[in-house]
């Protein structure tokens, strides 16, 4: 394509598509999720190639425009991509555009979208410290009349807990862009969505003392529920700062 013609999404997929080296191509990011893009949405796709396959679709490697941005890689790169990574959830909510696999790209993605119950276990363990760490040290500062601080760390223990209650429901947690999409769509079981997002924005924006212990009652009956109770534990007689008073 030439200067006046830049490449366009439609035209790449069409060149693609009669390309046999391409096993898949997969669009991630806004258009992805419906109702979600804008004038200034681009198309994030994926091209996957079979692995040892050649083609001059290689020279589009690392294109991006305000309407296209390509990524090309193996099958194998491919299954790796996100495993762990920042790009996991993109690619769980990914939107398969070609799967000449017989389904084996779409068998890809839902293995991003489902943590492995150990995985996540572990997982939901280290956040769950971290949630408690941070909002301990929240309510500390606000105590000690570190206003600043105080409402620093608490927004950091809302992304720390969100990683964790995904986690725990095995699932990537969602780029904050698209929180309130994914919790409409999925909610999380046993959770108030309405609540959880008033939470959470009482939180990170005020650092609101009573309700970051309200909030961590309720996460405290859920750790115990899912076998995290030694984390909590560990804080010992430091619980009490966190719980309501």
């Known amino acids: 394509m030439t200067a006046q013609q830049p490449l366009t999404y439609d035209a790449f997929v069409e060149l693609a598509a009669a390309d046999p080296a391409v096993v898949g191509l997969v669009l991630k990011g806004s258009r992805a999720h419906e109702g979600m893009t804008t004038e200034h949405s681009d198309h994030d796709l994926y091209v996957i190639l079979a692995d040892g396959a050649t083609t001059t679709l ?24 996100g495993m762990p990574g920042f790009e996991r959830y993109a690619l769980a909510r990914a939107r398969i555009v070609l799967d000449r696999l017989d389904g084996g790209i779409a068998q890809i993605l839902a293995s991003k979208a489902r943590l492995d119950a150990d995985e996540a276990f572990r997982e939901a363990g280290e956040w ?62 046993g959770w108030d969505t309405g609540m959880l997002l008033d939470a959470a924005d009482r939180i990170s924006g005020m ?33 009490d700062l966190m719980r309501p008073q």
Do not use: C, M
Request: negative net charge.
């Open 128 to 189: 769950l410290d971290a949630y408690a760490n941070s909002l301990y040290r929240s309510v500390k500062d606000d105590r000690d009349g570190h206003a600043l601080a105080a409402r620093l760390d608490a927004a950091d223990s809302i992304r720390f807990l969100l990683e964790f209650l995904f986690t725990l429901d095995r699932r990537p947690r969602p780029y904050n862009k698209y929180l309130e999409w994914e919790l409409a769509r999925f909610p999380l079981p």
């Open 207 to 239: 650092g609101d003392v009573s309700t970051q212990r309200r909030l961590f009652a309720q996460v405290e009956a859920v750790a115990r529920r899912g076998g995290h109770g030694a984390v909590l534990d560990a804080w010992g007689e430091d619980l």
């Open 58 to 81: 290689t020279r589009f490697t690392g294109h991006r425009t305000p309407e296209l941005d390509l990524v090309i890689l193996s099958l194998d790169e491919f299954r790796a991509a």
